[in-house]
T-cell receptor
């Protein structure tokens, strides 16, 4: 009964490919997020959605496109992958504004 | 925007000792301050949080203090145990913007 589940857990791909990461939460939360954690462990927000509506887009290259088909799902599609995209991507969710975030276990993306 | 600084970057203690991690934030309008623990290969997990109308909060061996005037907050872990070893992140949020900004993390190592 994982609260926030991401798939896949590991993703190794070549430069130039397109890939997607999926996220689902079963907590009944209304807000979902994507965070990127770099090799130095720094966590930086990329996007957030509230009830399927995009509310934060942190100057992420437009090769990254989030999609929220419903408030329990938030997927991340990445076009034309670059070496610098290698990182761990975390999905998270929260209830309303200012609530604690629940994170998924992450997707380690390696671009070769 | 909000900027959160965290110190120290690494902290080594002996089992049973106390550990203190300190953070400062820049946005005086921030009003929510959670702390996360990240174990190897896992997502960050919320361990304690505090809101700006409270100066201190305690939960068993962990406590958080907040000084709004100085714009800093701290995590205190007493009677540390080897299983406390992890990376700890502080974060700050202005709940009007729904964006959690993380500190740079502290790697805590508790030696038996």
């Amino acid at each position: 009964d994982t609260a926030v589940s991401q798939t896949p857990k590991y993703l190794v791909t070549q430069m130039g490919n397109d890939k997607s990461i999926k996220c689902e939460q079963n907590l009944g939360h209304d807000t979902m997020y994507w965070y990127k954690q770099d090799s130095k462990k720094f966590l930086k927000i990329m996007f957030s959605y509230n009830n399927k509506e995009l509310i934060i887009n942190e100057t992420v290259p437009n090769r990254f496109s989030p999609k929220s088909p419903d408030k329990a799902h938030l997927n991340l599609h990445i076009n034309s992958l670059e070496l610098g995209d290698s990182a761990v991507y975390f999905c998270a969710s929260s209830l309303g504004q200012g609530g604690g975030y629940t994170f998924g276990s992450g997707t380690r993306l390696t671009v070769v | 925007g909000e900027n959160v600084e965290q110190h120290p970057s690494t902290l080594s203690v002996q089992e049973g000792d106390s550990a203190v991690i300190k953070c400062t934030y820049s946005d005086s309008a921030s009003n929510y301050f959670p702390w996360y623990k990240q174990e190897l290969g896992k997502g960050p997990q919320l361990i304690i949080d505090i809101r700006s109308n409270v100066g201190e909060k305690k939960d068993q061996r962990i406590a958080v203090t907040l000084n709004k005037t100085a714009k800093h907050f701290s995590l205190h872990i007493t009677e540390t145990q080897p299983e406390d070893s992890a990376v700890y992140f502080c974060a700050a949020m202005n709940t009007g913007f729904q964006k959690l900004v993380f500190g740079t993390g502290t790697r805590l190592l508790v030696s038996p």
